[in-house]
Nanobody, 127 residues
Framework: QVQLVESGGGSVQAGGSLRLSCVASAYTSSRRCVGWFRQAPGKEREGVANMYTRNGTVIYTDSVKGRFTLSISEDIPEKPVYLQMNSLKPEDTAMYYC??????????????????RGQGTQVTVSS
């Protein structure tokens, strides 16, 4: 079992930045993909970014391209996963979840396919 813990959420004004962090309890070297997804009140979960760890390719949803960056810190043993969010907009307001996949089927980028996900961290952007 893998536990994921997110941090870094908060409240910012439009145009501001936040960096979300995610730390896994174990098995970081064997994960095939890591990602972030979000869910706003009354809306379905939405994949934000997904990285295929074997080649470093990152896929972003169109609405965050050029503003969000997913990265992994390989020089820290825990290999934390980050989501740098710049130029935030009110429509980015949501609960953000970190996720990890260990099989090919879990790495589609769809929120429900990941093997593990965290409890979420709230991001609120005011206009």
């Amino acid at each position: 079992q893998v536990q994921l813990v997110e941090s870094g959420g908060g409240s910012v004004q439009a145009g501001g930045s936040l960096r979300l962090s995610c730390v896994a309890s174990a098995y970081t070297s064997s994960r095939r993909c890591v990602g972030w997804f979000r869910q706003a009140p009354g809306k379905e979960r939405e994949g934000v970014a997904n990285m295929y760890t074997r080649n470093g390719t990152v896929i972003y949803t169109d609405s965050v391209k050029g503003r969000f960056t997913l990265s992994i810190s390989e020089d820290i043993p825990e290999k934390p996963v980050y989501l740098q969010m710049n130029s935030l907009k009110p429509e980015d307001t949501a609960m953000y979840y970190c996720a990890a996949g260990y099989t090919p089927a879990s790495c589609t980028g769809r929120p429900g396919d990941y093997n593990y996900r965290g409890q979420g961290t709230q991001v609120t952007v005011s206009s």
